[in-house]
């Protein structure tokens, strides 16, 4: 039920493990297995997957752009080619030139162009997002291997996250840091912690803007960064953090000539991820 919490629970996480899909399989998401003091586990649904609840109508524009780019480029292709074609032979030709350029499913059927352009986005995004854990711990004194950009648009987005680390004020206590409340029943994975302006915060990553295309906010990449701060405080005894006052997210353009953002965690932000926890388990309970 929206906003349940489990009354005076004196218990606490003794162990975060691997996230999981609750329906089976290791796909890492979905879940997170927890030790509870108390010798019980459990599994928490992710920040993440509570927040997919909410809908992102900025999504059917792209996703519809993507498919108009798509059909011109094989318009275009299908025009430059000499040969003169029956209306069925275009029309085969068209198929074949979809199934080359965006690939099929299992089932054999073209995929959408804006599927392949979303795995792309995870790619580049997967590679912003190691490339900052690469950092953060090399600031920390911690060894680990340089991460690889392969493309111009992570290599954008990387260089605006150097440009906002020296604007910021940005030190670095703790990177990739698992948590988990008992008292509320999610666990998540923190990007980082660090002193921003002499501020204990935690900060999430976000390979791309965090406005809309007509300028209004994603207010749940806001909601999952206040998330992980109410954890992370749940979980100093686990995590030896100071208490985390605020939490941000910073967003990280792929293109060079844009400019990196960052936003704070508004009032009642928790309280609203409560909802959207709360909408999460009724729609998947009554489904």
Known sequence: MPLEIVAQDERVVVEIGNPVDKRGGNRGQGYYPVKLSDGTEALYESVTTALNIIDKPGLKYWAAKEERGAMVEVAIECGTERKRRNAFSAAARVDEIMRVRLGTTQAGSIRYSFDSAAYKAREIGGEVHAYAEYRVKEMLGEKDNKPTLSTKQAKAAANHWEQWREEAKFE???????????IHRFAGRADCAAYVDG???VIDWKSGSLFTKFGKLYVSKLMQSEAYRVALNECRHLTYLPVIERGMAVGLPKEPGEMQTEAYAPEGSFQ???LALGLYRWVRDHE
């Open 172 to 182: 670095p206590i703790a990177t990739e840091v698992r948590c988990a409340s008992v």
């Open 199 to 201: 501020i204990a915060t």
């Open 272 to 274: 609203a991820f409560q």
